[in-house]
Antibody, heavy 117, light 108 residues
Framework: QVQLRESGPGLVKPSETLSLTCTVSGYSISNGYYWGWIRQPPGKGLEWIVSIYHGGSTFYNPSLKSRLSISVDTSKNQFTLILSSVTAADTAVYFC??????????WGQGTIVTVSS | EIVMTQSPATLSVSPGERATLSCRASQSVSSNLAWYQQKPGQAPRLLIYGAYTRATGIPDRFSGSGSGTEFALTISSLQSEDFAVYYCQQYNNWPPLTFGGGTKVEIK
């Protein structure tokens, strides 16, 4: 079955750039679906960040768009989130997930990112 | 942006009882509404999509209803493993995809 796993630094300094990678197993991302990122600040709710289609169409949360980019590496079956100019407000658990039309049916376990000097 | 509002924030229920959670959209989302369950330290799990269709492997004690702007998730007889936080999410008009603030179902 499809499995997702996030990886990246657990600690990032303010104003620096965060890079997180989601590795997909059990399915080739070049075959379809949207692949997305969602985050959850400590003790708070879920916030959608971005979704990318295997063909390259990308949809961003407008509130984060100016600091975001995302890419897909089909050879490694991975997709990568890049968030620039991070602040303490970006401290969260970051999840990657799969969707066909909007609801996310497969999620990674999440990775904790702390922004602190 | 469509704002999703869930109520109540916390619901205290005894095991075996029925629980009904509400989700309201700031404008119509048709039936493009999903529900998730999240337990501490875990990723959310998709329960319902299309407002009322159970995801694969979800027990039939979970049911969804509603359309337009008013939705409900009902758990017919709460089991110990159902105590968790529940989120709704709209996917009718995006970006952005938006989630409700969550309802915590706790043991009474």
């Amino acid at each position: 079955q499809v499995q997702l796993r996030e990886s990246g630094p657990g600690l990032v300094k303010p104003s620096e750039t965060l890079s997180l990678t989601c590795t997909v197993s059990g399915y080739s991302i070049s075959n379809g679906y949207y692949w997305g990122w969602i985050r959850q600040p400590p003790g708070k709710g879920l916030e959608w960040i971005v979704s990318i289609y295997h063909g390259g169409s990308t949809f961003y949360n407008p509130s984060l768009k100016s600091r975001l980019s995302i890419s897909v590496d089909t050879s490694k079956n991975q997709f990568t989130l890049i968030l620039s100019s991070v602040t303490a407000a970006d401290t969260a658990v970051y999840f990657c997930a799969k969707t066909l039309t909007g609801p996310f049916d497969v999620w990674g376990q999440g990775t904790i990112v702390t922004v602190s000097s | 942006e469509i704002v999703m509002t869930q109520s109540p924030a916390t619901l205290s229920v005894s095991p075996g009882e029925r629980a009904t959670l509400s989700c309201r959209a700031s404008q119509s989302v048709s039936s493009n509404l999903a529900w998730y369950q999240q337990k501490p330290g875990q990723a959310p799990r998709l329960l319902i999509y299309g407002a009322y269709t159970r995801a694969t492997g979800i027990p039939d004690r979970f049911s969804g209803s509603g359309s337009g702007t008013e939705f409900a998730l009902t758990i017919s007889s709460l089991q110990s493993e159902d105590f968790a936080v529940y989120y709704c999410q709209q996917y009718n008009n995006w970006p952005p995809l938006t989630f409700g603030g969550g309802t915590k179902v706790e043991i009474k």
